[in-house]
């Protein structure tokens, strides 16, 4: 379950899996203290965690600022949608009036809440549309893949970034085009012009061969300073 939190100045949420809030507590990070969740794509291993959140704010810990969520189009209504669901008949207008989510299209270079952020479309869903970022905040630059097959614009975007939080799903199924996979990750490497690589999203053939694998990968809990 993706989810993953940067505390420069400010402090964002980079995707909600269901299992972030409990990240966040175990972590000893108030969920309050978020100033921005973005979300790369509407699947539910990346924004599943949102009503956990949610329902935090409105019985746990009130919010006082506005939180701002963004991500792709038709995020919100699936957001509430998925609310209402998990938890028929409550009153979200405890917490709507302190949420704001923001659409952001592939292409798209500007300062949401606290960061800049530059997003571009991956080769992962069809029908809705997921992201990749490069999130520029507290003089750093973190790029993030989301889940993407290889596309020639993740050059440019972690080009001089500190830290390129890159999935790798799959070791050897190479023929997948909407998930990285680890020999073309390490083909491209060079190419990759980053301080820091960092892969995600790791796949069971992944954690199988782990021996091999030459990058850093992450683990839970893991903390990255940069």
């Known amino acids: 379950m993706s989810g993953y939190f940067i505390d420069a100045g400010a402090r964002i949420l980079l995707e909600a899996g269901p299992t972030v809030l409990t990240a966040l507590k175990r972590a000893g990070v108030p969920a309050p203290d978020i100033d921005l969740v973005l979300i790369s794509h509407p699947h539910g291993d990346h924004f599943g965690g949102l009503p956990f959140l949610l329902l935090e704010y409105m019985w746990e810990k009130p919010r006082r600022t506005i939180l701002t969520i963004a991500g792709p189009r038709n995020l919100e209504a699936r957001t509430w949608r998925l609310f209402r669901t998990m938890y028929p008949g409550s009153d979200i207008s405890r917490i709507a009036r302190w949420i704001r989510f923001e659409v952001i ?103 199988d061969r782990a021996a091999e694998v030459r990058f850093e990968m992450a683990e839970d809990g893991m903390r990255i300073d940069l």
């Open 105 to 207: 299209e592939p292409g798209d270079s500007r300062r949401i809440g606290p960061a800049r952020v530059t997003a571009i479309r991956t080769p992962h869903m069809t029908r809705d549309k997921s992201l990749a970022f490069r999130i520029e905040v507290g003089g750093h630059t973190i790029a993030f893949s989301g889940d993407s097959g290889w596309t020639e614009e993740l050059v440019p975007l972690c080009a001089g970034a500190d830290l390129f939080l890159c999935e790798c799903t799959y070791f050897e199924s190479s023929q997948l085009g909407f998930h990285l996979n680890y020999p073309l990750l390490a083909s491209m490497r060079e190419r990759l012009a980053v301080k820091r690589l960092v892969l995600t999203h790791l796949g069971r053939e992944v954690l």
